[in-house]
């Protein structure tokens, strides 16, 4: 089941506070902590990512941690702690967006 270029969004959980970013179908999620009641103070942690099993393999999990990372980019003035071991692959395959990292975890 090949899926490319979806339509990505982020959300925060109000309950929480969580930020999560999805796809349009939930076929997959990645959830971070972080926000205002984050122990991590300037960081935001990527702690999970999931793809729901009939999409995996496709690519989908790269491409909503790209968007994710570039979301945090774009809208904060946070680190990134790669939590997820997804993540931290990611994050090895893209050398030049290791500035985005927390200095506290490279």
Known sequence: MSRRSTAWYS??????????WADEDS?????????????????VA???SFTNPPYRGNGLAGEVVAYAVDDVEANSSQHIVPACWYVGEWFDHHPDRRHLLD???T
Do not use: H, I, Y
Request: charged fraction near 15%.
């Open 11 to 20: 959300t925060t959980c109000m309950d929480n506070g969580v930020p999560e």
């Open 27 to 43: 076929a997959l999620t990645l959830t971070a902590l972080g926000g205002a009641q984050s122990p991590l103070g300037d960081a």
């Open 46 to 48: 990527f702690t999970r």
């Open 103 to 105: 200095p506290r975890t």
